[in-house]
């Protein structure tokens, strides 16, 4: 099995994806928020439900998947509602939270699902990503030619560029969160949490 990519379309592929991932967003802002209010290790959960999010889109606009496009199309009202419900719901809980230690390992496992989830449901709520794909693949391969490995190649690609993005905004967001006090760190909660409950609105109106 051959793959069509040339080195130079890997490296353009690459290029262009880390940049578009580092543009200022919303999934960007997801991250900063969760790492920062909750640890680098839920800014790293909540950048993996981006990645998948985003293979989930990149497999429909390589493949060409029609009938499976229109019926996330019809779901999309769903998923973009439930996503928005979801994050509401979340920023009222981090309004609500009390300053605590954030580091200690139990409180930590109990919500990454959390991070992962806010991160996919972002992206899944996104009903312009496949047509963005759609238009953004072909000037790097021949979507009608496209193989098995140039899948891979892609996805890996995609990973990487996407997912190395925002662990890095998640690293900042993290280490800017162990310079402050607790006192502060209940102050970014309550802002974190109107920040979400806003993303969450978004998508509603989006």
């Known amino acids: 099995m051959q793959s069509s990519m ?18 200022p967003s919303v999934s960007v802002l997801a991250v900063s928020t969760r790492s920062a209010t909750s640890g680098l290790i839920h ?5 993996l439900g981006i990645v998948v999010g985003d293979i989930v889109f ?3 606009a390589i493949w ?13 009202f769903l998923i973009q509602y439930l996503g928005a419900a979801y994050l509401i719901l979340l920023g009222i809980g981090l309004w609500r939270s009390k300053s605590q230690d954030l580091d200690r390992p139990e409180e930590v496992k109990s919500s990454l699902l959390s991070s992962f989830l806010t991160g996919l449901f972002i992206t899944l709520a996104d009903q312009k990503a496949t047509l963005f794909y759609l238009g953004f693949f072909p000037a790097f391969i021949d979507i009608s030619n496209v193989s098995y ?6 996805l ?5 560029s996407v997912g190395g993005v925002k ?18 760190r209940k ?8 920040v979400m409950v806003a993303v969450g609105i978004f998508l509603i109106m989006n």
């Open 43 to 47: 800014g790293i959960f909540t950048s």
């Open 6 to 23: 040339t080195l130079g379309s890997m490296i353009a592929l690459f290029s262009a994806m880390f940049v578009l991932a580092a543009i």
């Open 64 to 76: 060409g998947l029609s009938l499976l496009a229109e019926t996330m199309g019809s779901l999309f």
């Open 187 to 194: 102050n970014i909660n309550r802002a974190a949490g109107c």
């Open 58 to 60: 990149i497999v429909i």
């Open 167 to 184: 662990i890095g905004y998640a690293c900042m967001a993290d280490r800017a969160r162990l310079l402050i006090n607790n006192r502060i």
């Open 156 to 160: 890996a690609i995609a990973t990487v």
């Open 149 to 154: 490995l140039d899948t891979v190649i892609i």
